[in-house]
């Protein structure tokens, strides 16, 4: 599979990504590693998961709380497992550089994943690289359905 190329279809990307393991197969040149510096340093704001992404009581951040939870089994009380999954997964996640703005420079990032319940999903996570500074740092993280995980790979 090393030898696929940068135009891989999403056809043929989606049929490669269940290997050995069950493993998330991406290109190595779409990689996270590969397309966000310095990724392998990554800032993870734990506060993104425990006073957002995975608090029901949220505004905004209550119905990706509620889907956390429903789907893979995410919640506040094991928001640490949801946050070691994504940074072990993130090197070899799909990666894409969405621009700079007066802030600096943004990324994001398209994981599989497996929770506790054993269903998967596609967890889309943002990074920015302030303007100044080189470690990346996690901006927003939520569940996408497969059609804007694949939307977002082919875009």
Known sequence: MNGLVDSISYEEWLSSIHQKNNKFYVPESKRASNVIPNIERAIFV????????????????????????????????????????????????????????????????IIKLKGPTGREAYVLTSWMIRKGESTPRLTTVYIVDENKAKNKMEG
């Open 46 to 109: 734990d506060q993104k998961l425990t006073n957002y992404a995975l608090d029901k009581n949220h505004k905004s951040g209550g119905p990706k709380a509620i889907l956390f939870d429903e789907l893979l089994g995410y919640n506040l009380s094991n928001w640490q497992e949801l946050k070691n999954n994504i940074l072990k997964e993130l090197p070899n996640s799909f990666a894409k550089y969405k621009g700079t703005d007066n802030y600096g420079d943004r990324y994001e990032s």
